[in-house]
Nanobody, 121 residues
């Protein structure tokens, strides 16, 4: 059974930082493309950052965010700096079983339950 469990969200003031963590099980983590998505109320889910199995960050929507992974720990991270109120959203980690990384949410098969990030001005 595949499980993705996010943590690290919370409430911060603008300019602050958070580090999100996604612990995985049930997949051969080192073989999988991993991604962070976010969804704000009333908006579509969007990709935030994507990292391939070789730990190359192949997409980042925000220069303030850094995606990384620890294959030994089966864990994905998202370091978010200089947070803005518009970063407020539910953040999800996700993965899919394709060889090449995809970008669209519809291509991702496995999702975590999400962790809420709220940034106040």
């Amino acid at each position: 059974q595949v499980r993705l469990v996010e943590s690290g969200g919370g409430s911060v003031q603008a300019g602050g930082s958070l580090r999100l963590t996604c612990a995985t099980s049930g997949i051969t983590f080192s073989n999988y493309c991993m991604a962070w998505f976010r969804q704000a109320p009333g908006k579509e889910r969007e990709a935030v950052a994507i990292i391939d199995a070789s730990a190359r960050a192949i997409y980042s929507a925000e220069g303030r965010f850094t995606i990384s992974r620890d294959n030994a720990k089966n864990t994905l991270y998202l370091q978010m700096n200089s947070l803005k109120p518009e970063d407020t959203a539910m953040y999800y980690c996700a993965t899919h079983p394709y060889a090449l990384c995809r970008v669209r949410p519809a291509d991702f098969v496995y999702w975590g339950q999400g962790t809420q990030v709220t940034v106040s001005s």
